[in-house]
């Protein structure tokens, strides 16, 4: 799983070159490539320790013992940390597409640098409504 992040970093590096931009430009995937670097191993290391920790006959036993708690604890904690780098990835990839449809010429810089919420106008019907 920590190779994929990796290489999903790079598709997004690549397409943010592509479009024109350095990494510097793009604050999100700069801070993205120090997140990785700084955390990835470790929280990666913290998912394998709670994957590791977990015995079935610790289900039975009681929610206080050391070893039920640390495999939850692990396991969670890094899961949610994992969640956090897709949500990052998420918007990265919104953004560079809102880049990309702006070098295209599909909107505007005001609405390059507005909310990421995208409205969509309905188009009319064929009765007009």
Do not use: P, W
């Not at 510097?24 to 490539?33: H, I, R, T």
């Not at 604890?73 to 956090?84: D, I, T, V």
């Not at 810089?109 to 995208?118: A, G, H, N």
């Amino acid at each position: 799983m920590k190779e994929e992040i990796y290489k999903l970093y790079e598709v997004c590096k690549r397409f943010n070159s592509r479009l024109g931009y350095s990494l510097e430009e793009n604050k999100k995937l700069k801070d993205f490539k120090e997140l990785i670097d700084d955390n990835l191993s470790d929280d990666f290391q913290e998912l394998m320790s709670g994957i590791s920790a977990f015995k079935e006959e610790i289900i039975d036993q009681s929610i206080a013992d050391e070893q039920y708690s640390q495999f939850y604890c692990e396991l969670l904690s890094s899961m949610a940390n994992f969640s956090s780098y897709f949500a990052d990835l998420h918007e990265i990839i919104f953004d560079l597409n809102k880049r990309r449809r702006f070098k295209m010429g599909e909107i505007t810089k005001e609405e390059l640098v507005s909310s990421d919420e995208i409205i969509l106008d309905d188009e009319d019907d064929e009765t007009g409504n």
